[in-house]
Nanobody, 119 residues
Framework: QVQLVESGGGLVQAGGSLRLSCAAS????????MGWFRQAPGKEREFVAA????????YYADSVKGRFTISRENAKNTVALQMNSLKHEDTAVYYC????????????WGQGTQVTVSS
């Protein structure tokens, strides 16, 4: 089983950066693919980024390619999303996710953390 807790959200100016972190607990953490989703007001939750269990493969939504970087450190049970060149359109609640079909139907979710980009 996996429990996920996000942190690092907040208010940032357009063009700035934030680093979101996801602290995971559970003995099987390293066996799960991990990802990030986001949901803006009035919008459906959308996939942002994912990473394999060993960190060897990552993929991103087109909207964040070249700006966001997902990483994980299994020994510390953490997953991060480095967000650079932030745009107003990135404003959303960001959710850490794990397992399942990671890009479409993860098995586990964090509580979410708010990211607001001012413009």
């Amino acid at each position: 089983q996996v429990q996920l807790v996000e942190s690092g959200g907040g208010l940032v100016q357009a063009g700035g950066s934030l680093r979101l972190s996801c602290a995971a607990s559970g003995r099987t953490f390293s066996s799960y693919a991990m990802g990030w989703f986001r949901q803006a007001p009035g919008k459906e939750r959308e996939f942002v980024a994912a990473i394999r269990w060993n960190g060897g493969l990552t993929y991103y939504a087109d909207s964040v390619k070249g700006r966001f970087t997902i990483s994980r450190e299994n020994a510390k049970n953490t997953v991060a999303l480095q967000m650079n060149s932030l745009k107003h359109e990135d404003t959303a609640v960001y959710y850490c996710a794990a397992g399942g079909d990671i890009a479409t139907s993860p098995s586990y979710w964090g509580q979410g953390t708010q990211v607001t980009v001012s413009s």
